[in-house]
């Protein structure tokens, strides 16, 4: 018999190194907790055997909440809605985040999802659990997909994106983060201070979710949470999971002054873009570096204008991608460079321009890294009937979108020798910019085999030349290994660019 008030929510595991807890999750717990209603959590670091937890949670709960994301993240969600619907069939299991949002149709037409929370899930789930609760039929609640008595699916109305100040904290208190320090090795606080961006890139769905409204906390509210939660956890990192922060400048320079004010101690990172960063003087970039700020991410994309206009991001220049990593080196924080590789038009000379203008700036600025993408065609971004049109299938159902993993996808207009030759140049890119770190780095009798490579792999790059490649041959033979970095945490991703692009 279900308990009347449990709620079990549920976030499969994903691939890389672990970022903290689930802050979706903990978001959702909030206004549920608040209700009166009890929320298990369950991922596959609090319970490593979370297939057996979730089976033994839902056995007295209200309701299964699971949120996914496209890729990995779905072949455990299915795996696991089909032993609960097995075991427990009256369970409703409620799908939620960015691609059951997106997908949204196609992931209700699963046997084994009852409804689907669209966009930003707080009020929308707490409702939705009160109804399930009190017996009461799910029809009018905005922001809900989900299947009717007669199991026909029902699309309600869109539940406008509500502002962010006027919802509860995210229930940090239900994710040990001695559990999650274990795993990482570090101390996280996954944090957002906002959510939502006012572009609109052709390859990217914020504007779907959120409507380009950059909805962000009041500053007050930040620096109290984050500098009450970092010593009460003992954290070290506050990695921030806003779209793009620096939307509103002056106010992330005043919740720089809040932290430096405060005097508590922590490092954090974030995402923006290089057009914001760009217009802050040296000094505010500076007093961003004082408050703790050690690693910035940006969706660079590419060093083509021509490929930026493609991608709707007029708004960005080559000149502020230099110009914000001389501020930051300045500043003396670490970047990371985004780049989508292979986007619908773009040439194979706009690719090799890209190489080499981001090779001038990290020979420049050596607290510039990368984080090379082939370009993946996620659910629901603007360019999909131009996709179509280019030949690319469109996954047909829910665990088709499991296998979209970054660079797994096929290009119609990207195989063969051109497919080889993007990957060919991308390694040669990575590893000319792993040489000049390490020649940066490393006492001089250690250099050698860099040494040896700088000029060649350099020439390469100038020339676009990469045939018979001993360079990469040899750095593989001699285990130097070629690294993709983090956008949110800077750290390596992968051992070998062909295993992620
Ligand atoms: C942090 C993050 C991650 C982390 C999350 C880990 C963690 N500990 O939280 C990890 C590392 C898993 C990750 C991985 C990836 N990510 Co990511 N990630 C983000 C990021 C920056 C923040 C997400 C976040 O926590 N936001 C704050 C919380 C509060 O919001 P939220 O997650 O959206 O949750 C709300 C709603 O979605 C909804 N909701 C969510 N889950 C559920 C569940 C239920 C039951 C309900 C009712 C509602 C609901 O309610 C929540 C509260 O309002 C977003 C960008 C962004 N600005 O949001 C990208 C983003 C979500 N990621 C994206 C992508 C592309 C990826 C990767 C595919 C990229 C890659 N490099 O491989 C992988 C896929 C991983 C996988 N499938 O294995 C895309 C989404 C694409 C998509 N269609 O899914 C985003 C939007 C970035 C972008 N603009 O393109 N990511
Ligand atoms: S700037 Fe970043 S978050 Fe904003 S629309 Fe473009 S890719 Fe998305």
């Not at 717990?29 to 609090?46: C, I, K």
């Not at 089976?55 to 709960?61: I, N």
């Not at 509860?168 to 208190?173: G, I, L, T, V």
């Not at 890139?201 to 380009?212: E, G, H, S």
Request: glycine fraction near 6%; include cysteine; proline fraction near 7%.
């Amino acid at each position: 018999m279900p308990r009347a008030n449990k709620v079990v929510l549920f976030y499969p595991p994903y691939d890389g190194p672990p970022l903290g807890p689930p802050l979706s999750l903990l978001c959702l717990a909030s206004p549920l907790l608040e209700a009166g209603f009890e929320v298990t959590l369950v991922d596959n670091l609090l319970y490593p055997d979370y297939q057996e937890a979730i089976l033994r949670e839902t056995a007295d709960a209200l309701c299964l909440g699971i949120s996914i994301l496209t890729g990995p993240h779905i072949g455990a969600a299915v795996r696991l809605s089909r032993a609960v619907k097995k075991l427990h069939s009256e369970v409703p299991i409620i799908f939620g985040g960015w691609h059951s949002s997106l997908a949204t149709h196609q992931t209700l037409s699963e046997p084994f999802v009852d409804a689907v929370v669209r966009g930003q899930g707080e009020l929308t789930l707490l409702e939705l659990v009160q109804r399930i609760a009190s017996g009461a039929s799910w029809h009018g609640v905005h922001g809900l997909s989900f299947k009717d008595t007669d199991r026909r699916i029902v699309h309600e109305p869109e539940r406008p994106v509500a502002d962010v100040n006027l919802l509860p904290r995210p229930a940090y208190h239900l994710a040990d983060p001695e559990i999650y320090a274990a795993a990482s090795g570090v101390r996280q606080l996954p944090y957002a201070s906002s959510v939502g961006c006012p572009y609109q890139c052709n390859y990217c769905t914020d504007q779907v979710f959120y409507k380009r409204r950059f909805n962000a906390y009041r500053v007050e509210r930040v620096v109290e949470e984050l500098t009450e939660l970092v010593p009460r956890y003992n954290i070290e990192h506050v990695p921030l999971f806003d779209s793009n922060l620096l939307v509103d400048r002056r106010r992330a320079l005043a919740i720089a002054r809040g932290i430096l004010a405060s005097g508590v101690k922590f490092r954090w990172d974030f995402q923006t873009s290089t057009d914001f960063l760009s217009l802050m003087s040296d000094d505010e970039v500076r007093l961003l570096a004082e408050s703790g700020v050690h690693l910035i991410g940006f969706g660079t994309e590419s060093a083509s204008q021509e490929v930026l206009t493609l991608m709707n991001k007029r708004f960005q220049h080559v000149e502020q991608m230099a110009e914000t990593a001389r501020k930051t080196h300045l500043a003396g924080i670490q970047v990371v460079f985004n780049l989508i590789l292979g986007y619908p038009g773009e040439t194979d000379a706009q690719r090799q321009q890209t190489f080499r203008i981001m090779s001038d700036i990290a020979r420049q600025y050596p607290n510039v890294s990368f984080s090379p993408n082939i370009f993946t065609p996620y659910p629901g971004i603007p360019i999909w009937p131009q996709l179509r049109e280019m030949g690319v299938r469109e996954p047909q159902s829910l665990e088709e979108w499991e296998t979209l993993a970054l660079g797994t996808n096929v290009l119609p207009w990207l195989h063969g020798d051109d497919l080889l030759r993007l990957r060919r140049g991308l390694e040669y890119f990575l590893l000319n910019n792993e040489i000049r770190k390490a020649m940066r780095k490393l006492p001089w009798e250690r250099r050698s085999v860099w040494q040896l490579l700088r000029g060649p792999v350099g020439w390469r790059i100038g020339k676009s030349r990469y045939s018979f490649p001993w360079e990469l041959w040899l750095s593989r033979a001699v285990g130097k290994i070629v690294t993709r970095r983090s956008l949110l945490t800077g750290r390596p991703l992968a051992e070998r660019t062909q295993e992620v692009c």
